[in-house]
């Protein structure tokens, strides 16, 4: 595992060279995308939400919208029969509880239909500058491979991560974080060889010097 300071300067560059610019910080329309968000890719939720919020842009239109034409307008960001549903109960609950304005504290966001750890955090990281961090598959599947943690659960992650990276970065390590997994250090099969962490990634130093071993032992067998 990676020493905490060497930890930390590497989460400090992923924030700096892979910021991810967010297209709103309205709470409520975070929160709904967010939802939407789920088990889709980003293209998918950004045409959806598009849709969505250029029709019903608040909790008050939201609420008193049909659930049909709200599931046409979402399509796109796929399971669209139970994200309708959910969202549209989202807004209901915003109008009769909270007098249409999302609440700002972690306990009272996770109470929505379908609202878990991730989004509550997301919700006070982008809108409420909160200094939180929202952990997703990305942030989990890149902080263990690189050695920053050794977690089981996106949980235990959130936890170690918010003892290494200073409070003043927290909000924007998520987005960060996304950008970097969808651009190089991908699911499947990570851009190693152009990274710039590759140097010190565990995983980087593995997967290269192996691919060094085989490439010898291929050339000594007269294989390449
Ligand atoms: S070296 Fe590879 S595994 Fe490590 S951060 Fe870069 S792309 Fe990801």
Redesign the pocket.
């Known amino acids: 595992m990676l020493d905490k300071e060497v930890s930390k300067r590497i989460l400090l560059c992923i924030i700096d060279k892979y910021p991810r610019k967010n297209d709103t910080t309205d709470p409520f329309q975070v929160l709904i995308s967010t939802v939407l968000s789920q088990r889709t890719r980003d293209a998918n939720t950004a045409e959806a939400s598009r849709a969505l919020f250029s029709r019903f842009p608040t909790a008050y239109e939201l609420s008193k919208a049909k659930v049909s034409e709200v599931e046409r307008l979402i399509k796109p960001a796929g399971m669209y029969k139970q994200k309708a549903e959910r969202i549209v109960r989202i807004a209901r609950d915003i109008v009769e509880r909270w007098n249409g304005k999302v609440p700002a504290t972690f306990d009272d966001i996770i109470k929505f239909n379908g609202v878990g750890r991730k989004t509550a955090n997301i919700v006070l990281a982008v809108s409420y500058g909160l200094p939180v961090i929202a952990v997703d598959v990305h942030v989990h599947r ?1 902080s263990n ?2 050695g920053i943690v050794k977690t089981k659960t996106p949980y235990e992650t959130e936890m170690a991560l918010m003892d290494i990276v200073p409070e003043a970065y927290r909000t924007k390590l998520n987005g960060a974080m996304v950008n970097f997994g969808q651009l ?2 991908l699911p499947r099969i ?3 060889q152009s ?1 710039i ?2 140097e010190v ?1 565990e ?2 130093r593995n ?1 290269i010097s192996g691919r060094k071993v085989n490439k010898v032992r291929r050339a000594r067998s007269g294989d390449s």
């Open positions: 890149i491979r690189m190089v250090c990570p851009k190693c990274c962490f590759k990634c995983y980087g997967n």
